[in-house]
T-cell receptor, first 113, second 115 residues
Framework: DVKVTQSSRYLVKRTGEKVFLECVQDMDHENMFWYRQDPGLGLRLIYFSYDVKMKEKGDIPEGYSVSREKKERFSLILESASTNQTSMYLC????????????FGDGTRLSIL | AQSVTQLGSHVSVSEGALVLLRCNYS??????LFWYVQYPNQGLQLLLK??????LVKGINGFEAEFKKSETSFHLTKPSAHMSDAAEYFC?????????????FGDGTTLTVKP
């Protein structure tokens, strides 16, 4: 089975801090994604990556950056955390090819105080 | 651009009753369609998917969905609800034009199952 592992289930940080969320997948997938999930808003794509060192902005990239130095690891960075970035963050990966589903980690619930 | 609309953010059924969760999509090319389920404090997991071929797709836990091109729909059903089906369900669409793994998700439907 595909395993997508997010480094923290719960995280509490302070406004202005630089925050790193880490995600690792073990299936050699080319594509990796970061979403945030908020009540009533569904999943919103922050960034995705289709190869090492390659990235594209999603729907809500403001205030975030990403890093993909190795194929299995995709990091989300909050440059200067703000309270409106309190949310559930989900990482996912998928292979290339037609009709590939996404495989999700269990999420990181991030609180910015 | 592709989009997904899930009708009804909350659906409540009695245990043993039919489950029907509605999903309509918009895509100008043949879509790939997915249903995912999310249990509390977990990530999403794939229930089923439609790519090509048979329009009635069977998934895990007794769920199935039917692709209806004329109605641009992909509704999720289960004949008899169990308490363990209580969760949030997401419909998603992707197509040939996008990066193969990128999908657009609906806003989700929370399913409550009453004893």
């Amino acid at each position: 089975d595909v395993k997508v592992t997010q480094s923290s289930r719960y995280l509490v940080k302070r406004t202005g801090e630089k925050v790193f969320l880490e995600c690792v997948q073990d299936m050699d997938h080319e594509n990796m994604f970061w979403y945030r999930q908020d009540p009533g808003l569904g999943l919103r794509l922050i960034y995705f990556s289709y190869d090492v060192k390659m990235k594209e902005k999603g729907d809500i990239p403001e205030g975030y950056s990403v890093s993909r130095e190795k194929k299995e690891r995709f990091s989300l960075i909050l440059e200067s955390a703000s309270t409106n970035q309190t949310s559930m963050y989900l990482c996912a990966s998928s292979g290339t090819g037609r009709g590939q589903p996404q495989h999700f980690g269990d999420g990181t619930r991030l609180s910015i105080l | 651009a592709q989009s997904v609309t899930q009708l009804g953010s909350h659906v409540s059924v009695s245990e043993g009753a039919l489950v029907l969760l509605r999903c309509n999509y918009s895509s100008s090319v043949p879509p790939y369609l997915f249903w995912y389920v999310q249990y509390p404090n977990q990530g999403l997991q794939l229930l089923l998917k439609y790519t090509t071929g048979a329009t009635l797709v069977k998934g895990i836990n007794g769920f199935e969905a039917e692709f209806k091109k004329s109605e641009t729909s992909f509704h999720l059903t289960k004949p008899s609800a169990h308490m363990s089906d209580a969760a949030e369900y997401f419909c998603a669409v992707s197509d040939l034009r996008t990066n193969a793994g990128k999908s657009t998700f609906g806003d989700g439907t929370t399913l409550t199952v009453k004893p």
